[in-house]
């Protein structure tokens, strides 16, 4: 796919000969599309905007499908691409076994020379898909590495450690910290397997981050039609990284930042330099700062805990302070408790002044709510945030709900997020979730809940306007009408109008961000 002029001389471009889906009620449809200085100018007839756009760069798409540029509302693309490049990757499938994974670690354990640990990514319910039937122990890994911190993290939460990792972490002896859970053997003895102990690694190095992201933006977001991203660091670094990557022109994805309070970033930084939420250009904003009221939920063998984080009180007091700074505030919650307790205290600040338009979000929201407590939660005003490849990417017997027809029924709206960490490397692309959310399919080919099924535009809504609003960015993104951001998808098959098995096939043939061609496959 190639314009018929230079698309370096200006963001401007005419996408003419397309099956154009606006996601603008106004005008659903078109059939071309002009952009002038990177924004959209018209929407209209390929013989109405050429007469329109002289000198201006011509797209001739064959009649392919274009929507608006796809925005991730909740993605850890810095972890992601860090992940690609220097971590030792044996997810389940293809890798079928503990015996497999710990050869693929020996043979390339020098991946992660530059950093002090050694660090496996593999599957969510890595147990459940390996012959063996379980875990690694600690002693296992001994075997694999000795000499170096080692984990094998199944999903992000759930990781299998060595002698070593856990000296380090101070976790042989005494009580773990809090929120963190360490198996033990009958003899007392840990067995390597401990949850929540990710954000306890050490930074990475911003150069290797920005490197990373500006190798990996193609293959992760661009090749995937995403334009706008909504990403969550986990350190400073990786807030680092994301702004030199962009100062050298090697990033041309529009990201929105969430710093995880206390690891990316606190409140009282904040506080001390006055950043408020939406501080930035179209190209980069500050978004807010995420917390964590709780885990995964579980003890990392599918028992169910309770791992929340704070009283009712804590967390109201946290939410009371962030929000009086003008942050937006994300809230990780997994377990019902913790999903309450964040619902609880966005109302608690809401009432005080209700005509604030805060948006407050609950991450893991739509996969994890329970429908009885919709009516508290729609009183609070906060949003939902969902990752619909949880139905396919995890372990069959540990899927989350995801009711998604249910809270769409109810006056939800959810925002899409893959939650790509580089844990699922097909989670990153938005057209693979709607086809999660749409098929309600798993692994095993089984449809989980049919019944919550969505349309494929409820699909397409959730990585479009649904998630534009949910960052305050409804006016500018999510639409391909006049005044918007000059940011397309182009895919080779129309997803509202092919059965529903066939939407995971679509691809995605071209992305524009800004009135230029950033990607053609």
């Known amino acids: 796919m190639t314009p018929d002029a230079s698309a370096d001389a200006s963001a401007s471009l005419l996408v003419v000969n397309a099956n154009v889906i606006t996601m603008d009620d106004e005008r659903p449809t078109a059939e071309a599309v002009l952009m002038v200085n990177g924004r959209v100018s018209k929407v209209g ?18 009649g392919a499908t274009v929507l608006p540029g796809f925005i991730d509302g909740h993605t850890h693309f810095e972890m992601s691409s860090v992940s690609l490049d220097h971590y030792v990757n044996a997810q389940t499938p293809p890798f ?4 497999e994974i710990a050869d693929v670690i020996r043979r390339d354990r020098d991946r992660c020379a530059r950093f002090p640990w050694i660090v496996c990514r593999s599957s969510f319910g890595m147990q459940h898909k390996v012959t063996e039937g379980r875990l690694f122990t600690r002693r296992e890994l001994d075997a694999v590495v000795a000499d170096k911190p080692l984990v094998v993290f199944a999903g992000l939460h759930v990781s299998m450690l060595n002698t070593a990792a856990m000296a380090v972490l101070g976790l042989l002896e005494g009580p773990p910290p809090p929120g963190v859970t360490v198996h033990r053997d009958e003899t007392g003895e840990p067995t390597g397997i401990v949850t929540e102990i990710f954000s306890k690694l050490p930074e990475w190095q911003a150069e290797l981050v920005a490197a990373a992201v500006s190798a990996h933006q193609e293959d992760i977001l661009l090749a995937n039609g995403v334009t706008s991203i909504s990403s969550i660091p986990f350190a400073g670094s990786e807030m680092r990284a994301v702004r030199l990557a962009q100062r050298t022109g090697d990033l041309a994805v529009r990201v929105r930042h969430y710093p995880v ?3 990316g970033a606190s409140l009282d930084s904040f506080a001390e330099l006055g950043i408020e939420s939406d501080t930035g250009d179209d190209h980069y904003r500050f978004g807010g700062v995420k917390f964590f009221v709780d885990g995964i939920g579980s003890d990392g063998l599918n028992a169910i805990i309770d791992d929340v984080k704070f009283t009712q009180a804590q967390f109201d007091e946290l939410v009371r302070k962030a929000d009086s700074l003008n942050l937006q505030i994300l809230t990780h919650a997994f377990t019902r408790r913790g999903i309450m307790i964040a619902a609880n ?5 809401r009432a005080k002044s209700p005509a604030v338009d805060r948006r407050h979000r609950i991450e893991h929201g739509g996969d994890y709510v329970n429908l009885d407590d919709l009516d508290c939660i729609r009183a609070s005003g906060v949003s939902l945030v969902t990752s619909p ?3 396919y990417s995890g372990a069959v017997e540990i899927a989350p709900p995801t009711p998604l027809r249910s809270l769409i029924d109810a006056g939800f709206r959810p925002i899409g997020g893959t939650d790509t960490t580089g844990t699922v490397l097909e989670s990153a692309s938005p057209l693979f979730n709607v086809a999660c959310a749409v098929t309600r399919q798993r692994q095993d080919g089984t449809r989980f809940r049919p019944d919550e099924a969505i349309t494929p535009l409820e699909g397409l809504k959730m990585f479009t306007t649904w998630a534009a609003y949910g960052a305050f960015e409804e006016r500018a993104k999510g639409k391909l009408a006049p005044g918007y951001l000059g940011d397309a998808a182009i895919l080779s098959a ?3 109008a092919v059965p529903v098995e066939d939407l995971r096939s679509i691809k995605v043939e071209g992305t524009i961000i800004g009135g230029r061609l950033a990607y053609s496959a």
Do not use: C, K, Q, Y
Not at 54 to 60: E, F, K, N, S, Y
Not at 96 to 99: D, G, I, K, Q, V
Not at 345 to 349: F, K, L
């Open 345 to 349: 205290a966005v109302e608690s600040v």
């Open 494 to 496: 129309n997803p509202l």
């Open 389 to 391: 490849h949880f139905i």
């Open 261 to 263: 309070h206390p690891w």
């Open 45 to 62: 007839s390929s013989a109405e905007l050429r007469p329109t756009a002289a000198g201006v760069t011509v797209l001739d798409v064959g």
């Open 96 to 99: 079928r076994s503990l015996a």
